[in-house]
């Protein structure tokens, strides 16, 4: 079971940079995370999600891949192309994977503008080292809420909220 944690900061930066401490930790192995997006609220009251992953992009490229497939096989590869790409960049579109796009935005109307959030959903991690691996961020951000239990909930508050 995977665990949702999020971290408020008060400025817009400071949640883009933990997701990278995080992912630069994925990939030595010592957290896997299912999502990882930043949430900001810009001066106007504009709320804005950046995935990690642009699902548009990702289904246009595999649509375009499937349509030349299927286009060679039907002897017209640039119309295959075109329209696969076409169709899979509108599937990516409408695709919501990890956490729900519509929480995030609900949440992050609550936030104070020019601030940001990091929303993660953790499938596991070595929790003694990655709360290490986020000491640069001590003071920085409060723990918004938790699907962790009141233990690991109060272990990372020690580690992220301390002054």
Known sequence: ???????????????????T????MQKEYLIEMEDAVVVTKNEAGKVQLHQAVNLTAAGAVGGGFWGTLIGLIFLNPLLGAAVGAGAGAI?????DIGINDKQMKEL?????????ALFVLVRRATEDKVLEGLKDFAGKGKVFQTSLSKDDEDGLRAALEKV
């Not at 665990?3 to 817009?12: A, K, P, Q, R, T």
């Not at 599937?91 to 695709?95: C, P």
């Not at 992050?108 to 940001?116: I, K, L, N, R, Y």
């Open 91 to 95: 599937s990516g579109m409408l695709t």
């Open 1 to 19: 079971m995977s665990n949702l944690i999020v971290v408020v900061f008060d400025d817009e930066t400071t949640a883009f940079e933990m997701r």
């Open 108 to 116: 992050g109307e609550s936030f104070q503008p020019g601030s940001s």
């Open 21 to 24: 401490a995080l992912v630069k």
